[in-house]
């Protein structure tokens, strides 16, 4: 389905018209067509003319970074409108499959909390994905400026109302893409690199090259892992089962870099890696929710809210896929910012491992933040309890 929607926009692999011959924008063929398919796609094709001016030639001072796939350039159309034009690497089938889905994938996608995409142009050996301009960056170049952050942007500590909105709204373009979406979405690369931030810090997920798209009835697939280390659900890294729990998973590791700007996965001394949960549990078990915070706030949190959000981090980052929320229930959890009164409480529960006290054990000197635990992680639980 992916490929044929594709086709009927592009036409194949040859250019649908010579770029230079044009700076006129065109609608989407596949609307002006009489035998168009029942998805109408909002977005329109560009011309390589238009956006190599754009984007000074994709030249290096344009651009804003780098991934799997291609390099992220700012442009500047002629009507003034600010662009991000991601530029695909090389034109193999892994390459192909990825401009068709993410440009079918968008065209079917609309909410405040997901990256549109603006429009695209297919040609040659070239596949230019046009995005709107986020001016803030990525969620990434907050947390950890020091990597991707451009050094002409300085950038202070998001404060903590602003990592709160930002948790929101992430969760609720997630919860749209699994449970309005038709058919429903799996993300698959849930990261701080994919969460960007508009003018006014409001997040929109991106990057949905990663994508499935899960038939109704259907609860789960099996397909080969793409996504990131130290985000990966540990049922789809071992086994590449692939449900919208495994982006569940991935938001509550993204929850937990949030609130304290540590990587998803730490290098320790001596070499050994360690997951932000295997860090993060042991802490939240006993309650010392303020160790959790990054300590650039310093002290500037709210207590109850810190809490919440970490008890949601994890809660979804259960080993077990059964025991994680929808991502709609942790939009629930997440929605007590604005006065609303939580009802529930999340509680850690001891899990028997045969021959061994269920008792929870922390070995760790707990003022020693960087040593966290290296116990399994699947010994950890969570419920949640209503409140009286
Ligand atoms: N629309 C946009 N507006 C502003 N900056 C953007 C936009 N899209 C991407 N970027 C920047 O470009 C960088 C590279 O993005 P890209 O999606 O290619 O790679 P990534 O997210 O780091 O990794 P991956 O390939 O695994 O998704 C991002 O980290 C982000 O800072
Ligand atoms: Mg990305």
Redo the contacts with the bound molecule.
């Keep these: 389905m992916i490929n044929r929607c594709f086709c009927c926009v592009t036409g194949g692999d040859s250019d649908p018209e010579p770029a230079a011959t044009s700076s006129r924008r065109r609608t989407n063929p596949a609307r002006a067509s009489k035998n168009r398919t029942s998805v109408d796609y909002p977005w329109e094709t560009y011309t390589l003319k238009e956006l190599l001016q754009a984007t000074g030639n994709f030249s290096e001072s344009n651009k ?9 350039y ?1 442009g500047r159309t002629s009507k003034g409108v600010e ?2 034009v ?1 530029r695909l690497k090389a034109m193999t089938a892994k390459a192909e499959m990825e401009f068709a889905v993410e440009v079918e994938i968008l065209g079917r996608v609309r909410h405040r909390n997901l ?1 549109s995409l603006r429009g695209f142009y297919a040609g040659g050996d070239e596949r230019l994905i046009v ?5 803030n ?2 969620l ?2 907050h947390l950890h400026p020091h990597r ?1 952050t451009p050094s002409s942007h300085h950038h202070v500590p998001l404060e903590w109302p602003r990592r709160v909105a930002i948790a929101v709204g992430a969760a609720e373009g997630l919860s749209y893409l699994h449970h309005e979406a038709s058919p429903h979405i799996i993300h698959r ?1 849930i ?1 701080a ?2 969460v ?1 931030l508009d003018a006014e810090f409001v997040p ?1 997920v ?2 949905f ?2 994508a499935k798209l899960i038939p109704d009835g259907v609860s789960h697939l099996t397909t080969r892992v793409k996504g ?1 280390l130290g985000y990966l659900a540990p049922e789809y890294a071992m086994w590449g089962k692939v449900s919208e729990s495994c982006d569940v998973y991935s938001f509550g590791v993204l929850l937990l870099e949030l609130v304290s700007a540590r990587r998803p996965l730490e290098k320790l001394p001596g070499g050994v890696k360690r997951e932000i949960v295997q860090w993060a549990a042991p802490l939240a078990e006993r309650r010392r929710w303020e160790r959790l915070a990054d300590p650039r706030l310093a002290g500037r949190f709210d207590a109850a809210q810190l809490r919440a959000v970490v008890e949601t981090a994890m809660l979804c980052t259960q080993s077990s896929a059964e025991s994680r929320p929808a991502m709609a229930e942790v939009v629930d959890m997440l929605r007590f910012s604005g006065g609303e009164r939580r009802t529930k409480e999340i509680v850690p529960v001891a899990v028997t491992v045969a021959g061994s006290s269920d008792e929870i054990t922390t070995t760790t000197d707990l003022d020693d933040v960087t040593a966290g635990s290296s116990e399994p992680l699947d010994r950890r639980n969570w419920k949640l309890t209503r409140l009286r």
């Excluded at 995005?131 to 001016?135: E, F, T, V």
């Design positions: 804003l970074g780098e991934g799997g796939f291609g390099t992220v700012w662009i991000a991601k990256l995005y709107d301009y986020m001016p960056h990525s990434l170049t991707g690369d990261k690199s994919n960007l929109k991106a990057d090259g990663f990131t």
